[in-house]
């Protein structure tokens, strides 16, 4: 960062703090990742000046020959990854991809079925403080109070009496796998459209880890910064007869100029996908998920659905008497980084978060295996047993370090498996 250096030292000297603070510490949160350092070039490259609008070869500004090579190579290898029929990869984030969806084929004031809040789903699937809810007029479903777990036919019953003219399917905070086709098959019976947004089981999708949404969707949706360790934004995939319509929901509907550098992090995402080195780092993601969920069990705390299936484990902090958000603090001044979370029986109790949210992708992308996930267990239940004694943090604290330190991510020679992707 030579030119930062010289034109702001202030910035340069966060960014480097920043460098410090990914390597030293252990990245727990579900919606993150280690993006490969080659995704961090192309983001820092000269694509970044370039203005588009409009699409491949039908633009609204001249110059466009390699922007439209890098839009094309992003759509084609996001079809390709995902058998999709269409994709569009302009969206600036998962919440402009579900905002694009939604008005390529409602009208205001229709009706949207989606999974509520405090059971998991995402605030851009029609939660009361984001605009998707002043727009559509959203129902939701909870999960089932025993088992935290989608219960099918609460879902279809509420379809039933709402008659919704979409399901949205996909969730922030849901450790476990959705039955695809069974939400098809009440979209079907409702006449209703199903978008499955998969923000978070991109990268587990993508190399077959866990069952595609794309075969039984109208719309599917995700970021390429959670488990697809690739740069920000989002992708729309859609089938061939909605793509004209959900194109023009993108541009002009909801976005002008779409970043070139963004959609070739994309492209790139979508080729590093298909390597052995990912499916590895992919499938390692659950098989740590499942370990830390059954250390952390072991130790006494209660795993929201009793385990995980994918990235995610939820833990009820709550029943320890500690809420969600003292156990973010602790684990942060200990040095792993997670989110508080709610957890379905919050709902009951608005206002209170008892959970932790932990996620697996970060940790498997420096390297770390269930061996590093039993040092991980010990690690969170000390920095939460010892939450108000900040020399026994700070003992953990040291400790995560010298764990991180044997797994460094973008510094020396052996400097993180992902350099190698094959
Ligand atoms: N959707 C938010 C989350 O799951 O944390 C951000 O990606």
Known sequence: M??????????????????NRIESTLDLIAAENHPPPSVLEVLGSVLTTKTIEGYPHRRFHAGCIQADAVETLAVERAQALFGAEHANVQPHSGTAANFAVYFSVLDPGDRVLAMSLPHGGHLSHGH?????????????????????????????????????????????????LIDYERMAQIAREMNAYLMVDMA?????????????PVPFSDFVTFTCYKTMM????????????????????????????????????????????????????????????????????????R????????HQVIVDVGEKGITGAEAEAALETAGIAANRNAIPSDAARPGSVSGVRLGTGAAASRGMGEKEMARIVALIHSALEGRNDPARLGRVASQVRGLCD??????????????AFD
């Open 406 to 419: 044997e797994f460094p991510v973008y510094r020396g020679s052996e400097a993180c498996l992902m350099a």
């Open 230 to 301: 690739g740069g920000r934004g989002g992708v729309v995939l859609s089938r061939k007869p909605l793509a004209d319509r959900l194109d023009r929901a993108v541009f002009p509907g909801s976005q002008g100029t779409s970043p070139v550098n963004v959609m070739a992090a994309k492209a790139l995402a979508f080729r590093l996908a298909g390597t052995k080195t990912f499916f590895r780092i992919q499938h390692q993601t659950v098989a740590n998920a499942q370990r830390l969920a059954a250390g952390l069990s072991d130790a006494g705390y």
């Open 200 to 212: 978070h089981i991109a990268g587990l999708v993508a190399a077959g880890v866990i069952q595609s």
């Open 303 to 310: 795993i929201v659905t009793g385990g995980t299936d994918n």
């Open 128 to 176: 009361a403080a984001s605009i998707s809810s002043r727009c559509f007029a959203f129902a939701h479903y909870p999960v089932d109070e025993k088992t935290e777990r989608i219960d099918y036919d609460t879902v279809r019953e509420l379809a039933e009496r709402h008659r919704p003219k979409m399901i949205v399917a996909g969730a922030s905070a849901y450790p476990r």
């Open 2 to 19: 030579e030119y930062l250096a010289r034109d702001d030292p202030e910035l340069a000297r966060i960014i480097c703090a920043e460098e």
